[in-house]
């Protein structure tokens, strides 16, 4: 099979120097133990050798200096691997740090599996990684532990954040190990680090927002709840639809169905779109949506798979299921067929239920900002400031789109009396231990209802007891 041309790369005024020697003289020219031969009368073409105990490499460098560097170059790293293979160091420790990172990142990770989604999500964990690594341009066998440390200052300014980079690189330092990147001494650099706040600095970690949630918003009889109620969900409903013109129809979808929003934000009224992988279809003549698939932008059809990949019918609840009261399976109706009129027009391509106001999929950070951000403004949703490691004040909100699922969960477990198996398959949680700890929360009126409850045994006990008196 032939191999194919290497990409040019200009060679250092020394080494170009060397090479119009080598060609005018016809002389060998040996550089860091590789070897580059001027062409002949008979041979066009520069050689580039190395041999290293019994392994031989042997490469056409091609005519020009520019492909006679890369090839030398090329060969170079080959023949140091062996080298160091040899004296029981790294095989590749000569490589360049950020171009490592790279291909970690799009091959996938450790094992190859990572989807588009989350190499977006690790491209950005490693990006001050990368930008240090080419600034001091880096061979893996020069990081250092300080390196490490330089990156986690860099990359964030909060103690979460920190821990979650300092996995992510623990994983990759451990897998650069495996695979003769990085020596048995700089895997252990990585315990040797930790993300700190700045000398003198007073900075504390914020609470999750489910804390600052129940914190903030609790009173002196029980915690606030991290789970929105009926009302709060009827509350939001109606200022997001303030803001955009599907909003009250998206968050009852929500906080009644259970989806994801990069599943919620492609419902769509074509069975054709989503046979194409491209949307959820509504179906409303078995009121049930078809969740295949999630929003990622430019993927292929198995990379928009769901999060656990997993394909379920999720059930539309009639009205009087619905707490709020919200006829949601007409709602769904009405706008499928105005969805589908869009789409014969031209303005909304896929038929989507909840398009942004382009006729496109909406952006969750643009949503964030427009609908979300402004209508828990106007709901008193927003929470105290807290400051990051540079003073920078920071704000969480009390409840977000994803909040809506948690309402799901809570209802379905709590008032809809799913079985664990009905729970998980509806909601494709992966396990039951997830739902227990994420999604079955209190709520504002969790210790109102423990009280009407107790109330209310109070009651009948009475009036048993008069019966039996009488």
């Not at 600034?135 to 330089?150: G, I, K, V, Y």
Request: net charge positive; aromatic share 10%.
């Amino acid at each position: 099979m032939k191999t194919a041309t290497r990409k040019p790369i200009e060679p250092s005024p020394r080494v170009a120097k060397l090479l119009k020697k080598a060609k005018t003289t016809g002389q060998k020219l040996v550089l860091d133990g590789v070897t580059i031969v001027p062409p002949t009368s008979s041979r066009k073409n520069w050689r580039v050798k190395a041999s290293y105990r019994n392994v031989n490499i042997d490469c056409s460098g091609g005519t020009s200096f520019g492909t006679i560097n890369a090839t030398f170059l090329y060969v170079k790293g080959r023949y140091d691997s062996l080298v160091n293979g040899g004296n029981g160091l790294p095989e590749f420790s000569n490589q360049k740090l950020a171009t490592v990172i790279e291909n970690y990142i799009n091959q996938g990770g450790k094992d190859s599996r990572w989807k588009r989604g989350t190499k977006s999500d690790r491209r950005d964990d490693f990006n001050h990684l990368i930008k240090l690594a080419s600034e001091q341009n880096l061979d893996c066998s020069q990081l250092t532990a300080s390196h490490l440390r330089a990156y986690l200052s860099r990359a964030t300014r909060t103690a979460l954040r920190g821990k979650h980079l300092h996995g992510v690189l623990r994983t990759f330092i451990y897998w650069g190990h495996s695979c003769g990147y990085f020596t048995s001494q700089q895997v252990g650099f990585v315990s040797q680090v930790k993300w700190a706040p700045p000398p003198g600095s007073n900075y504390r970690a914020a609470d999750s927002r489910r804390v600052q949630s129940r914190n903030h918003f609790g009173t002196a009889e029980s915690a606030g709840g991290e789970v929105p109620t009926h009302e709060q969900v009827q509350a939001f409903a109606t200022e997001c639809q303030k803001h955009y013109s599907y909003g009250e129809g998206l968050i009852h979808a929500s906080a009644n169905l259970g989806t994801r929003a990069n599943e919620t934000f492609i419902f769509t009224a074509s069975k054709d779109i989503h046979n194409m992988g491209l949307g959820n279809y509504v179906d409303t003549v078995e009121n049930l949506v078809l969740v295949h698939w999630k929003y990622e932008e430019d993927g292929d059809k198995q990379e928009r798979t769901t999060k656990n990949n997993k394909f379920r019918a999720v059930v539309i609840p009639p009205t009087f299921r619905i707490a709020s009261g919200f006829d949601l399976r007409n709602w769904l109706k009405r706008r499928s067929e105005e969805a589908l009129l869009e789409q014969e027009q031209g303005s909304n391509p896929l038929a989507l239920i909840f398009p942004n106001s382009k006729g496109r999929v909406i952006n969750l950070n643009s949503f964030n900002s427009r609908v979300v951000r402004r209508a828990s403004d106007e709901l008193g949703w927003k929470m105290p400031a807290y400051k990051d490691a540079a003073g920078k004040a920071l704000h969480m909100y009390r409840f977000s789109i994803h909040s809506m699922r948690d309402r799901f969960g809570t209802t379905a477990a709590d008032e809809w009396n799913y079985s664990e198996r009905q729970l998980l398959e509806q909601g494709s949680w992966s396990d039951p231990q997830t739902v227990r700890k994420f999604y079955l929360g209190t709520t504002d009126q969790t210790f109102n209802s423990v009280r009407r409850l107790h109330e209310e045994d109070e009651i009948s006990y009475r009036r048993k007891g008069r019966r039996e008196s009488a």
